[in-house]
Structure formats: C-alpha cells, structure tokens
C-alpha cells in the first residue's frame, strides 16, 4: 500500500502526462508492442486518422512508467510516474486513496460489486442502477435488495433514492453487506449521499456510490459536493464525462474512515485482477490532464462556464415557447440537488417531441445534445468547456414544429416478480423465443428501456404481457432503445430452458 502522505502536493504538475511527452520526444527504436512501434510508416492509415504524435505517445504501460533517470524499472523516491499521479488526483478529489481506470466507469462498477461480494452475498441496490453494475452482481454472484426511486413519468426520468428507504431495506435485510447506490442521476437529479452515508454505517454497512456523472462535483461554489467528502466509502467516477479526460477514462477513489479503510485491500486486489495488463498510456495521461485541469483551472473557469448556463437559462425563459424543465426533480423527496451541468428543455411546449428536436439539431445545425426523451433534450454542458450560447439558442429556435411527432411515452409496467437468482439464470441454458410465447418464461438478459434508463426486466425474473408490450412499444418509438435485448425489434426475447421434470 502506498505511504500516506500529509505535505499538500503540487496540483500544477502532471508526473504522468509530462513523463508521456517526454518518452514521446526521444527518437526509440522500438521492437515492443504496440507493434506500429511509434512510426507513421508501419501504420499509414491509423497515423492519418489520429496523427503521428499520438502513435509516439502509445507506449506499453510499463515502458511509460520507467524511471527516465536510471532508464529501470526502479521508482524514484517520490514514485513512479503512475503512482505520484493518482496520490495528486487522490488530493484533488479528497480520497484517501485513488486507482486509475482504462476501460470506463463499467470496470469501476465491476470492480465495486466483485468488492461487496468479499463481504458477503446480498447487497442493498438502487434499481436504477448502470447497467454494468447488474453486469457486476451477476459476475460475483450477488443476490440484490432493490431499492426503488422515484420516476418523472412525464419527461422519461429516474431519479435517486432517500435515506430512510436504505434505513427500511437494511432493517429489512440485515444479512445486506453493502449500500450501492447512483448520484447524480443521467438527468443530474443528487442524492443526499451524506444522509445515506449515516444510515448505512449506522447499520455497519459500507456505501458504494457511482458518481459517473459527478466527476466535476465539488471544484467550485455552485456545484454538489462530492460523494467520498460526503462520507461514501468507495466511489466510481466517470472522468471522461465531466472532467475532462478521453473517453474511457475513469478513477476508482477510496473514502475516509473504518469503513473504507477495511476495504483497501481488497479494492487493490480487485483492482489488479480487473485492469488490462496493456492498459492505453494515453488514457492515464489524459486522467493526469484532466485532474490538472480541474484542480488548477477549475476554481476559474468553472464559475465561468456556471455564468453561461445561467444565461442559456435565462434566454429560454424570456424567448418563451421551449420550457427549462432542469429543476422539475427538485419537487421529488429523493433529490436534494441538481447538476446545474445538465440542463434539460421540454420541446413539447415548442411544437415537436425531444426525439424529433434532437434528431433535427444534429441533421440541420449540427449541434448534438446528450439525450432526449419523448418530452425533452438533455444537454451535457462541460464544466471547463465554453459554451456558446448564441449558437445553441439559434439552432433552438430554429426548429419547425412537427406535431405529429408528439405522442405519450408508455406507461411504465408493474416490476416483474422474481424466480430464479441473477446468476443462476443468466448461465442457464437459453433459447430465443417469439414475443408471444415469451409470456411467462423467466427472462436470461436484463432488459432496461430508454428513457428512463431503468432495468425492467432482470435474469431471473418472470415476463407479464404487459411487460412484453411495454418494452416493444419502447423499442418502436423514433429514439426508443431497449439496452440488452437479443433482437432489436423486440420480436423474440432470451429466456431460460426450464428442464422437463425426470420421469422415475
């Protein structure tokens, strides 16, 4: 484990980063992977696609993080490169320990619930968890205790869950080894992680948040704290979202207290057993950038671009005709905040459904939005980025109306009820079937309709007609999408072969 240090670092440096560059500068003569070998010539079409420096900066992950003094594998006093940036991106985010991630907030996700698998089978869950986290209970064999939030039938959101239903789940269960939950939700809606935080470790339970979409909280006023300075024990942060790094990049962090620091062993160990051996230099170089860039620029540039949100906001208020609906999640008893990030316009006001006004920004203007629902768009304004207000509020009010393409979302069906455990019938033995004779059988995937976005259907569980229909007739909307099915028109579903009984 590394030696914990106190001394306050030095934010502006990017030992990772600025180690990449100069490994990139020296003229190798490589005979290593990656076999293009830092030269345009032995890869044409690749270097013209992202330019011959990117293919000198692609080292391994070891030979990036040599010691450039001695030219070995031994770290300096201060550490090697890797490590001395995620102690500053530790300090950065106020985790008292930080693991870099290559492949996204999935293998962060993975990587949690194989974590609350070392302390016991069931976990108390949020339903409207990422989908890599049904992915990661399934793996490690987790049995959940789903803990339902709200949901914004209306404008197609999901939200979070309150305090006093984990204090209910996990009087409820107290075989439950651990607390996950999702804060800030896709639309931005927060938690009150630091209430949940109490409930759980009054009950002797760590909690687990994925922060995927919070990676910016907590660098400047007018932001939500941060989950692990809320009290979070383990926390998964997307940084490729809001902070800056390239897609794919993510950071793992470890709180403060008895709680997480019974889990730093184990959280290592998965760590090791789930990260790539060949893990991409430049994502963990941009992790370094990125850190550097909230850390230093952040406190400056944020309330920035905080000020240009606020205008946007404010010229939809006075235009009329669209309707910001960024603060409807304020009125739900599970959300204590928003992302003021994520700013969300009702369309239907304006003449035309979300799906169609996304469609058309992206056709005629060029301008692409986050996500869009039957009702609304959903835009992801950078927290560094400069937002150019005049454009966006042009191309907005530049749409038609297209009436015909309003129309009422389905309405959601009843959970479905449960007959087989997660694992169990995933690795069963499956067999596609028509949607009609799917009535009934248990289910082999976990199907979640978008929008929301929430799992409506996990392996185990049993299909109802109304089940079925809801999810065709979300498949069948312009922008609807039913994430896992096996057949994209939803005209067959996966479901487990149950054996005939033995005949003595």
């Not at 993080?65 to 070995?72: C, E, H, P, R, S």
């Not at 939500?224 to 809001?242: E, M």
């Not at 079937?433 to 799917?438: C, I, N, T």
């Not at 065709?472 to 009984?501: C, I, N, S, Y």
């Amino acid at each position: 484990m590394p030696e914990k240090n106190s001394a306050p670092l030095d934010q502006d440096a990017t030992p990772y980063a600025s180690a990449l560059r100069r490994l990139g500068d020296v003229d190798f003569m490589h005979l290593d992977v990656p076999s293009h070998q830092g030269r345009a010539a032995n890869a044409p079409g690749l270097a013209d696609l992202v330019g011959e420096r990117i293919l000198r900066l692609d080292k391994s992950t070891l030979f990036s993080d040599i010691n450039q003094d001695t030219w070995a594998m031994d770290a300096p006093p201060e550490g090697a490169p890797l490590e001395q940036a995620q102690r500053l991106a530790a300090e950065a985010w106020g985790a008292s320990r930080l693991w870099f991630l290559g492949n996204g907030a999935s293998s962060g996700n993975h990587i949690a619930t194989m974590v609350a698998r070392a302390l016991g089978r069931e976990t108390a869950v949020q339903r409207s968890v990422h989908s890599s986290v049904i992915d990661g209970m399934i793996h490690a064999g987790l049995e959940p205790h789903f803990i339902f939030g709200s949901v914004d039938r209306d404008l197609g959101s999901s939200h979070g869950v309150t305090a006093a239903q984990v204090e209910h789940v996990l009087t409820e269960h107290p075989g439950v080894a651990a607390v996950q939950i999702v804060s800030p939700s896709y639309f931005g809606a927060v938690s009150d992680v630091a209430a949940i935080a109490e409930v759980a470790h009054a009950h002797g339970k760590p909690l687990i948040v994925d922060e995927a979409w919070g990676s910016h909280f907590g660098f400047s006023e007018g932001l939500p704290g941060n989950a692990v300075r809320l009290g979070a024990d383990l926390v998964v942060s997307s940084s490729h979202k809001n902070a800056g790094a390239l897609t794919q990049a993510a950071m793992l962090m470890l709180g403060h207290g008895e709680f997480a620091e019974a889990l730093e062993d184990v959280v290592d160990r998965v760590h090791r057993s789930y990260m790539s051996t060949s893990t991409s230099a430049l994502l963990l170089g941009s992790l370094d950038e990125a850190r550097r860039r909230m850390a230093v620029d952040g406190p400056v540039v944020i309330p920035q671009t905080l000020a240009a949100v606020r205008q946007l906001r404010a010229e939809i208020a006075d235009r009329g005709r669209f309707r910001d609906a960024t603060d409807d999640a304020m009125m739900y008893k599970d959300v204590v905040g928003q992302d003021p990030f994520k700013v969300v316009i009702d369309t239907r006001t304006g003449g035309l459904s979300g799906t169609e006004a996304h469609y058309l920004l992206t056709r005629d203007h060029r301008v692409v939005v986050e996500l869009s629902t039957h009702a609304v768009i959903v835009l992801l304004i950078g927290a560094t980025s400069v937002l150019d207000v005049d454009r966006f509020i042009e191309a907005l009010y530049a749409l038609p109306k297209v009436p015909e393409s309003l129309q009422a979302a389905p309405a959601l069906p009843q959970s479905a009820k449960r007959a087989r455990r997660l694992q169990e019938a995933f690795f069963s033995p499956t067999e596609l079937v028509g949607w009609e004779d799917a009535v009934g059988r248990i289910s082999a995937d976990a199907l979640s309709a978008y929008p929301p976005g929430i799992p409506n259907i996990l392996p185990g569980e049993v299909f109802t007609e109304e089940m079925i229909q809801f999810l065709r007739k979300t498949a069948a909307m312009p922008a609807g999408h039913v994430r896992g099915a096996a057949d994209e028109h939803l005209d067959r579903f996966r479901v487990v072969v149950v054996q005939p009984p033995a005949i003595v």
